[in-house]
């Protein structure tokens, strides 16, 4: 999913637009977080994440309501990818907050010499070259190594212990002695540039020997189609062993790989990655000292002494400064000289030193308030713009895509560019065979910028970019939807082999019934295969009724799932897939056996893929009204509008015969959502959706539920109880209440449960850990109960508090 729509003043957006675009950000930036923290292949540049964040970031605090604690404004992103037992950090491991300029900087400064009262408003700072790289903890207990995870979702990472204990600079024992009963070591992995060259030197070795190999085992067999198998030996030899793209995929790769369940050359190439890792400790987490003696830490830069004399690896590019001229010194040194240190670096990292006021300043769900990281801006390359094409992804919206030249930009490999519709391409001033100015900061696909004037006669032949009037994917005229809009779409959306992959992949998504088999490879797998030439799913119809001999025959071309291009690999190669079969190796002796019984053995067998797909099918039957209502692909019906229409009616069949004053006057919901809900239930493709889904035992119907009527009744009524009225705000930890508990409590007390402070909070229930939302409350002034305070509020109201 590509986002190519413009930021908008989130103040001038009215509520149902908020919620809208709140969604469709939210679900962009967890597909983002995926791709980084569990696939190790970004989808987007980390300067449009960072914009998306801040977006993000912006709608909530203009319509504070749309903020809660699963917003990825709160969370730190990453799960566990297959394959990695889960471990527990003994302590939060956080992500960090952003800026992007200097006056930011500065700005953050002055909120930090203010919110600890700093005599003159200078703190001391350490300062640290933002590695790019992956972020681990190494838990020693009495100096020895006993675990190595990798960040995770900030509470819960990987267990990559095997793969760290390969690391050289990781010590197994801390030298020295004096060392914690326990100590977190937090640092990050990275691959050195000189290292990642050599890398990919040998990875270059590898397909050579992989293909000599296989050219011998074809000389042993004297086949009749030996050229066909070099060929075949060639392609597969690019596959195994491809050209990394940048030292921060490699390392994330390498220290994440399975060695035990590698073999040959491709284990040959797994222990050259990691034995490629290098580490530098920036943190500590959890730290406990027995009782006696023991070294006293007042600074970070303290702990980073003491990691050297146990032998770990601390950055030598550090600096301890006093006030934030000196980090602006340290950011202008790095500008000029960021290609002149051993690894890749995108940042300054901030941090006050001292370890009272960093416990002083706190933290937020996902962030220090004592650190920050500045962004370098984005790096700039020139490139020949070879051609422009056009995809079409879930909504119709046909996007031309720029095809370059390929080349590296802040180490990784782009050969493609969104150019995001045709009045795009003409602001720009771009024309095919023009040099063009691509700017990128991070990993993946950058941002094209105009054409290089002063290339603009060179010679090359140009050819202005001309829309196409029809659909590349089935042959429909495009259009404008609405007066005005500058996207042309395709309106063959039932059977558009692109929108149909779109839709497909979106109802697995996060956002929708959660099916993590079933991603952009399956859907497209499902929709669109090369082979059978007739497609499992000619729409999401027939989705829950797959079975394993429909899957077994694919093969697919993979391609992106907006603009429905085809993807390649770093040797330029389309990716090809067999997402639900595997190859069977049968023994020598088997086949003899096999032979001399006139039997022929199996080629393939099913993968756990295929078996997975069924089985998460299976279980999404019966999950949640609020996914399937999302999974319909309903215009504008996002998490947010598809939980408020699942909690006010209760089933489908309430929401399709409402009214549309009845569907408008549903918080969350309103008039524009309503009219998209009434025009989707118009069209006869879209009803045999749902009768396919409902016979297959789609549950579309939440158990028990009284029914819309009953809640207008309720809503009539007005709220009862002693919190009649109020609202009320939970945040951190309590003793005697979940999250959810003290929610529903606030609830069944008569009271809106708020995920948000505003000023139209009237009281806020600080726990353990309470972080930003305690900051926020303080400063409107609004009044703060502990656990205890909360408990006689919900059972006497405001008046048990004075009591």
């Not at 791709?35 to 914009?51: G, I, N, R, T």
């Not at 007042?298 to 601390?314: R, T």
């Not at 726990?767 to 900051?775: D, F, L, Q, R, V």
Request: charged share 30%.
């Amino acid at each position: 999913m590509t986002d190519t729509t413009e930021p908008t003043d989130p103040a001038a957006l009215d509520e149902p637009a908020a919620q809208r675009r709140w969604a469709e950000l939210a679900t962009l930036v967890e597909e983002d977080q995926r791709a980084y923290y569990q696939q190790d292949a970004p989808k987007v540049s980390d300067a449009e994440y960072d914009a998306r964040m801040r977006e993000l970031e912006a709608i909530e605090a203009a319509h504070p309501a749309l903020r809660s604690p699963e917003s990825p404004t709160q969370r730190v992103g990453g799960q566990a990818a297959a394959g990695f037992a889960t471990v527990e950090h003994l302590e939060r491991m956080l992500s960090l907050d952003n800026v992007f300029s200097i006056d930011e900087l500065r700005a953050w400064d002055a909120r930090i010499a203010r919110d600890l009262d700093v005599e003159g408003g200078e703190v001391g700072y350490l300062s640290e070259v933002k590695i790019d790289g992956l972020a681990i903890a190494l838990l020693y207990e009495r100096g020895r190594l006993v675990r190595a995870a990798t960040r995770g979702d900030g509470q819960t990472g990987e267990d990559i212990t095997a793969n760290a204990l390969r690391i050289a600079e990781i010590p197994r024992r801390l030298a020295g002695d004096d060392h914690p009963e326990v100590v977190e070591v937090r640092g990050e992995v990275f691959i050195p540039v000189a290292a990642f060259d050599r890398l990919n030197e040998l990875q270059e070795q590898l397909r050579e020997r992989a293909v000599t190999e296989a050219r011998e085992r074809a000389d042993s067999r004297a086949t009749s189609s030996r050229a066909f198998d070099e060929e075949r030996a060639r392609v597969a030899a690019l596959r195994r062993f491809p050209q990394f793209a940048n030292p921060r995929n490699a390392a994330a790769g390498g220290l994440r790989q399975l060695l035990d369940k590698k073999s040959g050359l491709e284990r040959e190439a797994g222990l050259a990655r990691v034995e490629s890792l290098r580490i530098y400790a920036h943190g500590v987490g959890a730290l406990q000292w027995t009782e006696g003696e023991h070294a006293e830490l007042a600074n970070q830069s303290d702990a980073y002494a003491l990691f050297e004399q146990w032998g770990i690896p601390v950055s030598p590019h550090n600096r301890v400064v006093q006030g934030i001229e000196g980090v602006v010194d340290m950011i202008t040194h790095f500008a000029e000289h960021r290609h002149d240190i051993e690894h890749q670096l995108d940042g300054i990292v901030v941090k006050v030193d001292a370890l009272a006021d960093q416990r002083r300043l706190g933290a937020t769900s996902r962030a220090p308030r004592w650190a920050t990281a500045y962004k370098y801006p984005p790096e700039e390359v020139n490139t020949r713009l070879v051609a422009i094409q056009v995809g079409v992804g879930r909504t119709g919206r046909a996007t031309p895509y720029a095809v370059m030249e390929p080349v590296t930009v802040a180490g990784s490999t782009v050969r493609q560019a969104t150019l995001h519709n045709q009045d795009v391409v003409k602001a720009k001033g771009v024309r095919i065979g023009d040099m063009v100015v691509l700017r990128k900061a991070g990993d993946v696909i950058p941002e094209i910028l105009g054409p290089v004037p002063a290339l603009a006669d060179d010679g090359y032949p140009r050819e202005d970019f001309v829309m196409p009037g029809e659909c590349p994917e089935c042959g429909t005229a495009l259009r404008a939807m609405k007066e005005g809009d500058v996207d042309l779409r395709c309106p063959n959306a039932e059977s558009c082999p692109a929108q149909v992959r779109g839709r497909v992949e979106h109802i697995g998504s996060r956002g929708g019934l959660d099916v993590e088999a079933l991603g952009e490879v399956t859907a497209a797998a499902l929709t669109q295969p090369d082979v059978p030439a007739d497609p499992p799913l000619r729409t999401e119809a027939g989705l829950f009724d797959l079975t394993l001999e429909q899957l077994l025959p694919i093969e697919v071309v993979v391609r992106d799932a907006e603009t429905g291009l085809p993807k390649v690999d770093d040797d330029g190669e389309v990716r090809r897939r067999t997402p639900f079969r595997k190859r069977l190796n049968h023994s020598r002796a088997a086949r003899l056996a096999a032979e001399e019984a006139g039997e022929a053995l199996p080629d393939h067998e099913p993968s756990s893929q295929a078996t997975k797909l069924l089985d998460e099918l299976d279980r999404a039957r019966t999950k949640d009204l609020w996914r399937i209502l999302v999974s319909l692909n309903i215009r504008h019906v996002g998490p947010v509008a598809a939980r408020a229409l699942a909690d006010w009616f209760g089933s489908l069949d309430a929401i399709r015969s409402a009214s549309r004053e009845d569907l408008a006057a549903v918080e969350g919901v309103g008039p524009v959502i309503a009219d998209e809900l009434l025009a989707w239930f118009e069209v006869d493709w879209h009803r045999e959706i749902v009768e396919a889904w409902a016979a297959a035992g789609v549950r579309f119907a939440i158990p028990d539920h009284p029914g819309p009527a009953v809640m207008a009744e309720k809503a009539a009524e007005g709220p009862t109880g002693p919190l009649a009225g109020l609202t009320v705000v939970v945040t951190g930890s309590l003793e005697g209440y979940t999250r959810d508990g003290a929610k529903e409590a606030v609830i069944a007390a008569g009271g809106k449960a708020a995920g948000s402070v505003s000023k139209k909070t009237d009281y806020v229930v600080v726990g353990e850990n309470a972080g930003s939302k305690e900051t926020k409350a303080r400063d409107l002034g609004l009044p703060i109960l502990d656990e205890d305070a909360f408990t006689r509020l919900l059972e006497g109201g405001p008046e048990a508090l004075a009591e």
